[in-house]
């Protein structure tokens, strides 16, 4: 993604999370806007990456969601996955991205740190279709079990693909 | 469904998991208030699990907000949490004006302020209120809910709808605080604590109340914060983090208020919680109504992002102009092609929306972060090993709402 930031990079590299990511996966892409922290870590290491943050202090996992890069200009990558971390013990808060292309977008599920993720994650599996390898239930959350698409995706238009007029209709005999 | 059902052996002897039978709660049942499902595997009365469903009442809100214009969709914001929308409607422009960079004025802050307090309390009342009920207490839940009655009026005073408010509007609100409005709050803020008291008598000592809440549905600290728990539900067990203290957005740092913890994390004590937070509540309304600064209550016309009133419309050229530059699909806010997130504390916990902004005045992609989802989530974890008829206790206490949980 080619964001501009408020701030450069100077102020950036103060950041001591950045720095241990850093040191633990590489050059990783930090930025602030709106006084917000957000790194960009390398898809195959986001679980040790999330873990590290964990150990870290951030222990409060306050959301994980996924926008679809497909119409949004200049984007190198089909999806984003971004995860909100916030801390109980102090105010600070990161926002970790990450990103997945098609085919099979799969990223490291993160169930294991936090029991919150398990019902984000299923939405976002539901809604985006993004596989996460190791997560315990990976079912729909908010779609129908027989859904096929996955809505949120830009590619599926807003009113639908006709699925709603072929549900089955439900008799009180059958029901 | 999920719930594995045991194989049948050859041999004569039933395993303990046959004696089990499926309830299935919901997705219609008066004590779900909405429509959510629960399937709990029960062994006489007590439940061994329960897997939440949800879903039922999924309307693609996420879907939407790339379709309509930032100042569109807050009437969709409404419909999420629809027992407090003024909560809503605060949480989603806050977000946008963060993604915007649009500074508030002073009495607007105010403003936005007293409504978000007087959600927090009626969304508390009619929560408590449906505890009381659930678990058997009718009057309380009636003396909770004429209160509501009373904030209602206040919101229909002040922006003529009583339910679906639609109030903020990027840089400003939708209307100012009349004389009367204010007189309204004022008298709220006089006569509330009396009704608060009576409802704390009511309930707060009353033996089957406390029976049927008090060590019920209990969330450990740790298990709050695993869970991902904000706002009263991770506060009732000892998780000390309040937004309008940590991260003062609006005008929260002007005012004197204390954050409600306690330490037990069961049903009683997130009653607790939410009669304690009322009062507070109350602190703020009446510190904020007496302190209201003056001056405009929108961002100026000249910066050109908030829709001017219509009497500017009309009668200014100014103001024309700001309308047409701001209505006209090609003109609209200036929007950065970047990302942010910002939360409030909403009554039901953190409430944030992460958005996408790519130019255009729509959303890109705009994620609203439900507590619902998460309190709803934690729901098999605290019911296990307690007797069905505290299905509702627990239910209630954790105040899930199906329209933000499903969205």
Redesign the interface.
């Known amino acids: 993604m080619t964001?501009?930031?408020d701030t450069g990079t100077e102020t950036v590299i103060e950041n001591a999370h950045v720095r241990v990511l850093n040191a633990f996966c590489g050059p990783v892409e930090s930025s602030i806007?709106?006084k917000?922290q957000?790194v960009i870590v390398p898809t195959e290491k986001s679980f040790d990456a999330l873990s590290l943050l964990k150990d870290r202090g951030f222990?409060?996992?306050?959301?994980v969601?996924c926008?679809?890069y497909l119409?949004?200009?200049k984007a190198k990558h089909r999806y984003g996955l971004?995860y909100?971390l916030a801390s109980?013990m102090n105010?600070e808060r990161l926002?970790v991205r990450l990103f997945v292309d098609d085919p099979q977008p799969t990223v490291a599920s993160v169930v294991p740190l936090?029991?919150?993720?398990?019902?984000?994650e299923r939405?976002v599996w539901d809604?985006f279709g993004i596989n996460f390898t190791g997560h315990p239930?990976l079912?729909?959350?908010?779609?129908?079990e027989e859904f096929t698409a996955h809505?949120?995706r830009k590619d599926?238009p807003?009113q639908g693909r006709g699925e709603r007029h072929n549900f089955p209709v439900i008799t009180r005999d059958h029901s | 469904m999920?719930t594995a059902q045991p194989e049948i052996e050859s041999s004569s002897e039933a395993r303990s998991e046959d004696y089990l039978w499926t309830l299935n709660f919901g997705p219609q049942h008066p004590a779900t208030h909405t429509t959510l499902r629960l399937v709990l595997k029960l062994e006489g009365e007590r439940v061994v699990d329960a897997v939440p469903e949800?879903?039922y009442l999924?309307s693609?809100f996420?879907?939407?907000a790339?379709?309509l214009t930032f100042n569109q969709y807050v009437t969709v914001t409404d419909r999420m949490n629809y027992i407090s929308p003024m909560a809503n409607n605060v949480a989603w422009h806050h977000s946008v004006e963060?993604?915007l960079?649009v500074t508030l004025t002073p009495r607007c802050t105010y403003i936005r302020t007293i409504v978000a307090e007087l959600a927090r309390i009626s969304d508390h009342l009619l929560s408590n209120g449906a505890v009381g009920l659930d678990t058997g207490a009718f009057t309380y839940f009636l003396y909770a809910f004429y209160q509501r009655e009373v904030i209602y009026d206040i919101f229909e005073t002040l922006c003529g709808a009583r339910f679906t408010n639609s109030y903020t509007r990027v840089g400003g609100v939708s209307h100012d605080f009349t004389p009367l409005v204010i007189e309204k709050i004022r008298a709220f803020v006089k006569t509330f604590p009396k009704t608060l008291n009576d409802m704390q008598r009511l309930l707060n000592r009353n033996r089957i109340f406390v029976d049927r809440t008090q060590g019920v549905g209990i969330l450990t600290k740790e298990?709050a914060?695993?869970?991902?728990a904000?706002g009263p539900v991770a506060r009732a067990s000892g998780?000390?983090?309040d937004l309008r203290r940590?991260?003062p957005y609006l005008a929260y740092s002007d005012f004197d208020f204390q954050i409600s913890c306690a330490s037990a994390g069961d049903c009683y004590a997130r009653y607790l919680i939410r009669m304690q937070e009322m009062r507070e509540s109350l602190k703020i309304v009446e510190q904020a109504i007496e302190h209201l600064p003056s001056g405009p209550v929108n961002v100026g016309n000249d910066e050109r992002t908030t829709l001017p009133t219509k009497n500017q419309v009309y009668s200014t050229i100014e103001g024309t102009i700001s309308h047409f530059e701001l209505s006209m699909s090609n003109r609209g806010f200036e929007v950065?092609?970047?990302?942010?997130?910002?939360?409030i504390e909403a009554p039901n916990g953190?409430l944030?929306f992460?958005i996408?902004g790519?130019?255009e005045d729509q959303a890109?992609?705009a994620?609203c972060?439900p507590p619902s989802?998460?309190n709803?989530?934690?729901f098999p974890h605290l019911i296990r090993g307690h007797t069905l008829s505290d299905v509702v206790a627990v239910l209630g206490s954790l105040n899930i709402i199906a329209a933000e949980l499903?969205?």
């Open positions: 964001n501009t930031s806007y709106r917000q957000r222990d409060l996992f306050i959301d969601t926008v679809d119409e949004y200009r971004v909100l109980t105010t926002t936090w029991e919150a993720a398990n019902w984000l939405e809604l239930d079912r729909r959350l908010v779609m129908p809505p949120l599926y807003l | 999920p949800m879903g999924h693609g996420e879907k939407i790339e379709h963060t993604l960079g298990e914060i695993n869970r991902g904000t998780v000390t983090r940590d991260d950065p092609c970047e990302e942010s997130y910002a939360a953190e944030g992460y996408v790519d130019g890109y992609r994620r972060r989802v998460l709803f989530a934690m499903d969205r």
